[in-house]
Structure formats: structure tokens, C-alpha cells
């Protein structure tokens, strides 16, 4: 067995091979991990880069940082201190979904959102989504403030995750605190997850966004399957396309590849349902290949998900009509979230 | 020839190291902390490992899924793997043989010293 000719392995390609694997056998939902609420921290970090697209001229730096953490809880109450996030004077509004009125009444909820943000950076913020100018010096105007963001975000999170095929859910009106919440915010009753979102401007963390919900939930409010449908990624990167490719395919996607912009507008007559496309590529880049498909018939209205290093980059591309923006580099799993609430 | 030991409890490492060097096995063991660990040291060392011993349950890739996907490819799917795991349910059993209908052991957490030796033992050279 021990022979000197004998070559590592690729790496990519063996993680690549684990993962297609696994969730071809469905091996991730006898592991420990939750993936399901993974999915749903995921939908609502799309929701809050969403409402920031669509309201304002603000793009994030990043794609947002997600991590899992722990919860410090007493009787369905979590204890806040948002101090820790930001090590100033913090401003945070609090919402709960549930099935219906009755259940939020009964402070039965399936799950909470949490908006934390500096003080100081808040009128910024309402600024930039168009709201009046807010007097920040001002404790009710600010914690109001941070009360709208948090219903815009879940009122997007809401439609984001009837998008995917969830129910749709009642929200509670919002409470919002100035650093800390001596009894603590409502949490569900029950096993809970957490997981917290953080948001930069600038290379700047300016906003989290915590999302506690019970471990079932994604059980509780089943998904639907999807349809297959026609995916052209037009990127110039070998290893990418092909670990794209490869990963839309075992989600089900028919996936056309083109390795520039012309490549790409020959492939349009494959009629794609969806334009997964890169900005930097040689004969043509993205942005020439979005503004030449304006002129193509039938091609307008194909919706497209631009892929960039740089956030600079994707005004441009949202004023030629790009629906969604991610920036490299990103989960796969976020490209089939964006995905899936385009098509 | 090298034993690969994946499991992500640094206890449980410890403990089955130490049964394995008291009962004399002198090769040399390897020590990976998850399944993207084991990814990595399987992708450069494969040529000088003899046996793995895998733990189910870790987080990001699991033992089940790292074995999944070693069984897909050649170099590696000649490895005999040893399911060293407190995930030992008929239904877990099961599920790992059809992963891997040529899965050399199923050992239960905890166990006794014998069970895990008697499961290595023809395994090593």
C-alpha cells in the first residue's frame, strides 16, 4: 500500500464529494447540527440585506457574519445587554412571530427578533431609508427608530420565509429598550436556538440582528417542494462554476454554464428562469452583458443575481435591474436562498 | 502505518489513546478535531493511514458524512473505517452500513477497552 507515486488528493474536490454525498443521502439531518434553523438565520440575514437594497443607497461591505450562539435565559426571558455588542450607548427593538393573534397574546410565540444598533448611528441609518431625520438625543424618537427597522426586517423576514413555502406569521407590535432590558426580552417557550447576524458599513460592524427561535420550528411550519428550474451561471472562474454547478444540480437546478459576458447572451436562447452572474470576466464583463440583455427580446425580464468582490460595485448593477447581490465570498447555501425567492 | 482518529470530545481522544497504547499498539495515531480536519489530513496523508476511528456526532461535517463521502473515492474508500460512537441505535447501525456496506466496526460509546481493541486489532499490521 505504501507507494511512493502516489498523489494527495484534490481538497476541494473531496469536500465537494462529502457534501454532495451527504445531502444526497440525507446523512445532515441524522448529524447533530440543525440545518433547518440554519435556513431560517439565513432567510433573515436576505431579509435584512433586502430591505436595505431596496429602501435605501446602502450596500453591506460583507456578506453578514452568522454564528450560533448561546443563550444566558431565565422563564422564556433572555437576558440582554447590548452594551456587548457595540460597547456604546445601544438602541434595540424586539418583535415575536406566532401562528396567530391568540398564540402572541398567549406569549406563545414561534420566535423573536432582535435589532440592536449604536445610538449615534441610528439617524444615519433612518436617513438612508428615507425617513425623517430623527433627533437623537431624543430617547423615545431613537428607540421608535429602532422600532420601525425592526418591523421593516420582520415584516421582509415574514414574506421571505412565505417565499420558501413557510406559513405566513403574526407579528407582535415591537418594544424597543436603550442598552439593557432588566427583565429580559420574550423568548418561545421551549427548546430555543439562537443566532446572531452581524451587519458592516464601511468594514464597520453597525447593526445585529438576533434571531432566537424553538429548535422544531422549521418542522412546525413545513416547506414545499420546489419545481426544477433553469439556471445560467455566467462566470469566467473554473472552480467556481463548477462548484456552483454542481451544488444547484443536487438542489435540483438544470444549470447552463457561460464563461463570459457573449457566452452568456449566445445561452440566453436556453430561455433560463434565472442569470447567476459575475462582474469581473474578460470579452465581456457583467456589466455590459446586463445592459446588452435589455435589448434582447424576452431576456429583460430574467431575473439576475450578481456575484461581486466589491460592494462599490453593485449600485450599478441595481440601477440595470439586478435583483439580488451577493459578495464573495458567500455560503452556497445564501446563493440558493437568493435564488429561490427569485424564481 | 498510522491509525486516524477523528472525534471532536479532546476527552474521548485521550481515552482511546491511552487504551490503545496500553495494550501495546505502537503505530502512531493522528488526531483530528472534526471532519474538515480528517478532510484534510485524509487528502495528504491517505497513503500512510491503516485504519480510521470515527466519531458520529461533530459539528460541520459529521463522521457519517466524512465516511460518506471517503467511500466515493478510491484512494480512500480501501481504508477500513471503525464507527467509534454514542450514536449506537439499531436505526444509526443501519443507516452507517448502508453508508457503507464494507464499514469494518460499530463500536457503542462508552466502551470497555476490550470492545475497542478487539474491533482495532485486525486491522493493524
Redesign the interface.
Known sequence: ???EN?Q????MK??E???L??SR?G??A????GETSFTLALALSAAVKKVFYEKSEMIFSAEPALEKKAITQFVHKMRVDAMEKFNTTTVFAAIQLAFNQAELEKQTCLLTLIVYMEQKFLPEFMRLMQYPYIDYDNETEVKDGCGTLVNLIAGQYKREMTVLGYKDLMMSPFESYINTSPDGVSIPKGMTEKYELSFEVEETKRLVVELVSLDILPKLIPLEKRAAKKVLVVDDDLTNTKLIESFLQSEGYEVIVAHDGEEGLKKLKSRPDLIVLDVQMPVMDGYEFILEKKNIEGANQIPVIVLTAREGMVDMFKVEGAREYLIKPFQPAALLHSIQRCI | ?KILLVDDSLLDRKLAIRVLMKAGISQEIIQAEG??QA??I???N???I?LVLLD???????G???M??????P??S?IPIIMVTASNSDE?KK?AYL?NPNLAGFVGKPYKPEELLAAVKPFLR
Not at chain 1, 494527495?8 to 481538497?11: G, K, M, V
Open positions: 500500500m505504501q507507494e502516489l494527495p488528493l484534490d481538497l473531496f469536500k464529494i462529502v457534501r454525498e451527504s443521502l446523512l445532515r441524522l448529524s447533530t447540527e | 502505518m471532519g474538515e478532510i484534510e485524509l487528502a495528504t491517505y497513503m500512510n491503516c458520529w456526532q461533530m459539528p460541520k461535517v459529521s457519517i458524512e466524512l460518506a463521502g471517503m467511500v466515493k473515492i484512494e480512500l480501501k444509526n443507516a453508508v
